[in-house]
């Protein structure tokens, strides 16, 4: 259930940032079937005895969160780079574990 509401929050935030489908209408039908999907899961697993109200909404807003929030912070905030202007993460040179932050301060 929680692996339902991640990728509704995914979808949702490709489709509002970018026009997949051409429209924003037809990008936000998207997005509503895909969280109605997620709904009628977590709704399922109540009514199967699976899960409790508590642990749908919980699992559900944090499924949510982190498949909206994350394409966003990583992919759009920036206004389409990666990381803000004048810093970025990079992995260290070859042979060595770990990352180096750079930018200009």
Do not use: K, Q
């Not at 051409?22 to 709704?43: N, W």
């Not at 574990?97 to 301060?105: C, H, I, K, M």
Request: a neutral charge; one cysteine or more.
């Amino acid at each position: 259930m929680n692996e339902a509401f991640t990728a509704a929050g995914l979808s949702c935030a490709h489709h509002t940032h970018l026009p997949i489908y051409g429209t924003r209408l037809a990008d936000a039908l998207a997005c509503a079937r895909d969280l109605t999907l997620a709904a009628a899961d977590a709704i399922l697993r109540i009514m199967g005895d699976r899960h409790y109200l508590t642990d749908v909404l919980a699992g559900g807003s944090i499924g949510f969160a982190f498949g909206y929030g994350l394409p966003v912070v990583l992919h759009y905030a920036w206004g389409g780079r990666a990381s803000p202007p004048g810093f970025a993460i990079e992995p260290m040179a070859v042979g060595r574990l770990g990352v180096v932050a750079t930018g200009s301060f």
